[in-house]
């Protein structure tokens, strides 16, 4: 392969590594703002690496507000965490920075993502945009399992999405990389599920076809991510490291308080003001900016998702 065609096919990888660099040296402190999430993740480390139980975070759970936080939290973050805490001890600079590799390695995966759907040079902008948002460079100093989760769900979704050859070698292993995703964020367990609705989908195909063979592969293939999924998940936070389990259903009991349309909807409001914080300028001059902005950018999305429905509906 000669040299032109390697920059045509990894020239956008090396300029957005180069310039992602740069995230190593903006927002990264020495303390963090006020909270309770990143002080569970670090103690949790702390016992990791301390060989203590994960029981002994000095949390006083209250049944009676769950929401609040759950006696202690998945391990898969703070497996990430226990390392850094072992070489460098409490020190918020180091997280931070550990942070800061999740959210370049993101930027690398979302390279290759939109350059799927757009030409190289738009990729490379759109990637930049949001690892410099100062919305972005703020959210990275907080010691959170948000931008690890981010790169291992983009991980897990690229290399099912491009992965051509799937032996059961590469099944099994994206059954326990789902496995840690779930480890890491309880949400992440959308990701095997959606895995096992893809492959019923197809194994129909294979039906409609007789084609009994691939039919019962995919089957297989699905429900193979799927047990790897939850059972990495009980190994890692109910043998191994005995998460302590919150009493009733902690997050899940934002589902009772009131009727589920209601909670859907306060949830997608939830979202669309997030959307809202990513263009929200840091100077009040230009606040009256974030409003266009953000109805731009959701106009675009619904628009687009529409658009892409009518011209290839699929799965």
């Known amino acids: 392969m000669c040299t032109k065609d390697l920059i045509h096919k990894y020239g956008v990888y090396l300029l957005i590594a180069v310039f992602g660099t740069i995230l190593f040296f903006v927002n990264v402190k020495d303390s963090h703002d006020w909270g309770g999430d990143f002080a569970m993740y670090i103690m949790q480390a702390k016992n990791i690496t301390d060989g203590n139980p994960q029981s ?3 949390y006083y759970y209250n049944s009676d507000y769950p929401v609040l936080g759950p006696p202690a939290y998945p391990i898969g973050f703070p497996i990430l965490l226990s390392p850094v805490y072992l070489l460098f001890g409490n020190s918020i600079k180091a997280f931070t920075l550990l ?8 930027g690398i995966l979302m390279v290759a993502f939109f350059r799927k759907y757009f030409p190289d040079m738009i990729a490379f902008f759109l990637t930049m945009l949001i690892l410099f948002n ?3 460079l703020m959210f990275k100093l907080e010691i959170m399992s948000d931008l690890p989760f981010t790169f291992f769900l983009l991980l897990a979704t690229y290399l099912y999405l491009n992965t051509r050859k799937r032996n059961y070698l590469f099944i099994i292993a994206l059954g326990l990389l789902s496995g840690y995703l779930v480890s890491i964020r309880s949400i992440g367990v959308v990701f095997p599920l959606a895995v096992l609705c893809h492959s019923l989908v197809l194994a129909h195909r294979y039906y409609v076809m007789q084609e009994k063979s691939a039919l019962k592969r995919k089957i297989m293939e699905g429900l193979i991510v799927v047990s790897l999924a939850f059972g990495v998940n009980i190994l890692l936070n109910r043998l191994i490291f005995q998460i302590p389990v919150a009493d009733g259903m902690s997050y899940m009991g934002i589902f009772g308080a009131e009727p589920l349309w209601s909670t859907f909807i306060s949830n997608l409001s939830y979202y669309f003001k997030v959307l809202e914080y990513f263009f ?6 230009w606040q009256w900016a974030t409003l266009v902005m953000h109805a731009i950018a959701l106009a675009f999305i619904i628009l687009g998702f529409i658009n892409h429905l009518v011209r290839k509906f699929n799965f």
Do not use: M, N, V
């Open 99 to 106: 942070i800061t590799l999740f959210l370049f390695l993101s």
């Open 56 to 58: 002994q975070t000095f």
């Open 280 to 285: 929200t300028p840091y100077t009040h001059h």
């Open 134 to 136: 100062p919305w972005t």
